[in-house]
């Protein structure tokens, strides 16, 4: 049984647990019918799981009203009156629906999956990869993104061409690898590691060096979290020495700038800044083409949020402070999780130079920023590491009291 990726897709997407979805349902049906409904929290269990696939009757139009949408939209066969039973289109399942979500479609046995097929799962990765930008990693997007390469890994047992073989390989590298970015920004680190491993064997298969640098990649933050800051320099140096790093100038900027945080961690000044100075010019020279769009984060917002990383690691507040702001001041309204780690970065800058109140104000903007969302893991450790800071710098302050009362109210 593979479980729903749409429907959880859209779930995420809305905010929705299953009780929440069961609840509004009902509330659906009350309205349409004037009574009130029976859906169950089994019900919903049972649509999330897969195990309902043609929901029919109040449940079916519940579905819609709640979503706005088909239920075909949703990931599941439509009632048998809307297609006719001859209709041989309905074979097989992969990613894709009108927003761009994990949805169900279907492929008639008699054809060979084809590069379409590849593309509409690449576009299910593509809402996985914006839903991620808005809200942050957290356990739903991983099951989605573990869905979405269960499902690509099914369909390559399927009668495919070797190239199409390989792109499916490297769909289910990207999508697994964006299981483990969710769990290392939810702070799951081992769960991460498991996905990580995974993901490179896909990519090895796939003899994709865009899907290994991306694995690789994540493997150096990983590394950085567990503060094992050799293996993350190590990591960077793989990911620098693969045929997509010497192909395009921006990924070679964003290995240069993980080896400058790694080298940071360890104070090693002058290997750091030197590697900031290539990861720079290296953007330079990068030019708009086709690449994944999990890369889509990283550009010159992204490099100065780095280079803040690396001053404040090697005790260059006012520099960090000055990185932040300009990070801050080109990053987009969309990648907000982006914007929040900033913002925790620029109020430890204006800490460690001793402006406790503006610093405090600042990491206060964190909450506004993220308003509607849970925060995830790696903001939550970021504003944790603040909160330890102003403890030690001015542990009985007014604003030290009221930082902690702030946290913990939004903690519980």
Not at 34 to 60: A, E, F, M, Q
Not at 300 to 324: F, M, N
Not at 379 to 407: M, N
């Amino acid at each position: 049984m593979v479980s729903n990726v749409a429907l959880k897709s859209r779930m995420i997407e809305l905010g929705l647990t299953q009780e929440e979805l069961a609840r509004r349902m009902n509330d659906a049906l009350d309205e349409i019918t004037g009574r009130p409904g029976d859906v169950s929290d089994r019900t919903v269990r049972n649509l999330v799981s897969g195990k309902t696939r043609r929901p029919i009757g109040r449940t079916c139009v519940a579905l819609e009203r709640v979503f706005d949408c088909p239920v075909k939209d949703l990931g599941f066969s439509p009632p048998r009156t809307a297609v006719p039973p001859e209709d041989p289109v309905r074979r097989r399942t992969f990613i894709t629906s009108a927003t761009g979500t994990a949805a169900a479609s279907f492929v008639p046995a008699s054809r060979r999956v084809g590069a379409a097929d590849v593309e509409r799962l690449q576009d299910g990765l593509d809402h996985l990869t914006t839903l991620d930008d808005r809200r942050g990693g957290h356990s739903a997007l991983e099951e989605a993104a573990l869905a979405g390469a269960q499902l690509a890994l099914r369909l390559q047992q399927s009668g495919v061409s070797e190239r199409v073989r390989q792109r499916l390989f490297s769909v289910a590298a990207d999508y697994t690898t964006r299981a483990a970015w969710s769990c290392i920004d939810d702070r799951r680190l081992d769960q991460a590691q498991q996905h990580l491993g995974r993901s490179m064997v896909f990519a090895g298969m796939a003899q994709d060096s865009a899907a290994q640098f991306s694995a690789w990649n994540q493997i150096a933050m990983l590394s950085r979290q567990r503060r094992r800051h050799t293996d993350a320099i190590s990591a960077a140096q793989a990911a620098q020495a693969l045929p997509i790093t010497r192909r395009d100038p921006l990924f070679a900027s964003l290995a240069h700038a993980r080896l400058a945080i790694g080298h940071s961690n360890r104070n090693d000044r002058h290997t750091a800044l030197r590697s900031l100075g290539y990861a720079e010019e290296a953007l330079d020279k990068a030019r708009p083409v086709s690449r994944p769009s999990w890369i889509g984060f990283y550009g010159p917002a992204e490099l100065l949020a780095i280079t803040a990383i690396v001053q404040q690691r090697l005790g260059l507040s006012a520099e960090a402070e000055a990185s932040s702001h300009r990070a801050l001041a080109i990053t987009p309204d969309r990648y907000r999780r982006n914007r929040a780690l900033s913002t925790v970065r620029l109020a430890l800058a204006q800490l460690h130079q001793g402006d406790l109140d503006l610093a405090c104000a600042t990491a206060s903007d964190v909450f506004s920023i993220m308003e509607g969302a849970e925060i995830p893991g790696r903001i939550r450790t970021e504003l944790g590491d603040f909160h330890r800071s102003v403890q030690d710098h001015a542990p009985k302050s007014q604003q030290a009291a009221e930082l902690t009362d702030r946290l913990r109210a939004k903690w519980s």
